[in-house]
T-cell receptor
């Protein structure tokens, strides 16, 4: 049973560019959440998708957007990258209303 | 405001000694409580959870945590730690049943 998979694992971008990160949820899960983890910090909630719609959003600007596909996989898009966007981006999947999240290994984004 | 506080940023301990990692939260509503562990350059793994029922929950590798509603705490304990327990530990609280609010993490360093 495959767990949560994310791609790419590492990437480097320059300021102003755009990035797309991808996530496939654990088999049987229908909800995908995205978190940003800066170095030495706990993960911060970006948003959560269920039934292809954004269900809840954290305190992140509109430069951060996402999408969920009919097969429950998800993308995180970040536009106009800033140096401060450098972080580990974690995808987590769950069954709705359980609150229990299963995390992927993350995508480490470096913005130069 | 709803928040999660991990009272210790770093906890050094000798192998086979007991350890307690502290976690407090502020909320006026019912919550779900979690402890996650993160090994270097990896994603987060669920260690244990409290959703309802018995206030004492245990993991398969000897950790336990007790939900104390009156003190709004969910401290993590292990009676005898191993070198392999060295990792970052995150307390997380779900206030809404959707997003998880994470603490800033506690770095557990076990030495011989």
């Amino acid at each position: 049973d495959a767990g949560v998979t994310q791609s790419p694992t590492h990437l480097i971008k320059t300021r102003g560019q755009q990035v797309t990160l991808r996530c496939s949820p654990k088999s049987g899960h229908d909800t995908v959440s995205w978190y940003q983890q800066a170095l030495g910090q706990g993960p911060q909630f970006i948003f959560q998708y269920y039934e292809e719609e954004e269900r809840q959003r954290g305190n992140f600007p509109d430069r951060f957007s996402g999408h969920q596909f009919p097969n429950y996989s998800s993308e995180l898009n970040v536009n106009a990258l800033l140096l401060g966007d450098s972080a580990l981006y974690l995808c987590a999947s769950s069954l709705q209303f359980t609150g229990e999240l299963f995390f992927g290994e993350g995508s480490r984004l470096t913005v130069l | 405001a709803q928040s999660v506080t991990q009272l210790d940023s770093q906890v050094p301990v000798f192998e086979e000694a007991p350890v307690e990692l502290r976690c407090n939260y502020s909320s006026s509503v019912s919550v779900y409580l979690f402890w996650y562990v993160q090994y270097p350059n990896q994603g987060l793994q669920l260690l244990l959870k409290y959703l309802s029922g018995s206030t004492l929950v245990e993991s398969i590798n000897g950790f336990e945590a007790e939900f104390n509603k009156s003190q709004t705490s969910f401290h993590l304990r292990k009676p005898s730690v191993h070198i392999s327990d060295t990792a970052e530990y995150f307390c997380a609280v779900s206030f809404s049943g959707y997003a998880l609010n994470f603490g800033k993490g506690t770095s557990l360093l076990v030495t011989p």
